[in-house]
T-cell receptor
């Protein structure tokens, strides 16, 4: 089965601090995605990438940056974390137009 | 902005019963619908996709698509306690990028 690994699994950050969430996939998928999950909002797309060096804005990109240095790795960066960014973050890889998305286990982020 | 509406937000059925979940697209230019299931503490996993009018059956799960009404449903027969999870509907539009738009989810509880 396709493998997507996220780190860390849990993170506590302070308001105004910098947070980096990491994602690694061994599926050789071109596309990677960052979603956040909140009760009442479902899964919302933050950023995505079509391959190494590319990043695209999703539906809620404000306050987030993304980096795709290689085919395998895709990071989500919060330069100045705020309490409103407390959430569960999921990384996924795949091609939704042809096949499915494979999700990691998630990172639970608390910004205090 | 394209949106996916899901209902109900929560559903409780007895073991062995039928669970029915609903989803509607705000835009008729979808290409596929996907159903995902998420157990507590895990990432979402794909159950099945549907892109043609009518029914698609996979084991105890049947998806039904009505393109004219932009509506898709998921029916789970002979529900088991292990089916208790959060179910997401997601639409692929294609024209707005290679990405999935998710609904808010339906929390299914199957009571023994």
């Amino acid at each position: 089965e396709a493998a997507v690994t996220q780190s860390p699994r849990n993170k506590v950050a302070v308001t105004g601090g910098k947070v980096t969430l990491s994602c690694n996939q061994t599926n050789n998928h071109n596309n990677m995605y960052w979603y956040r999950q909140d009760t009442g909002h479902g899964l919302r797309l933050i950023h995505y990438s079509y391959g190494a060096g590319s990043t695209e804005k999703g539906d809620i990109p404000d306050g987030y940056k993304a980096s795709r240095p290689s085919q395998e790795n895709f990071s989500l960066i919060l330069e100045l974390a705020t309490p409103s960014q407390t959430s569960v973050y999921f990384c996924a890889s795949g091609d939704p137009g042809q096949n499915t998305l494979y999700f990691g286990a998630g990172t639970r982020l608390s910004v205090l | 902005q394209q949106k996916v509406q899901q209902s109900p937000e929560s559903l409780s059925v007895p073991e062995g019963g039928m669970a029915s979940l609903n989803c509607t697209s705000s835009d008729r230019n979808f290409q596929y619908f996907w159903w995902y299931r998420q157990h507590s503490g895990e990432g979402p996993k794909a159950l099945m996709s549907i892109f043609s009018d009518g029914d698609k059956k996979e084991g105890r799960f049947t998806a039904h698509l009505n393109k004219a009404s932009l509506h898709v449903s998921l029916h789970i027969r002979d529900s088991q306690p292990s089916d208790s999870a959060l179910y997401f509907c997601a639409a692929y539009y294609g024209s707005s990028g290679n990405k999935l738009i998710f609904g808010i989810g339906t929390l299914l509880s199957v009571k023994p």
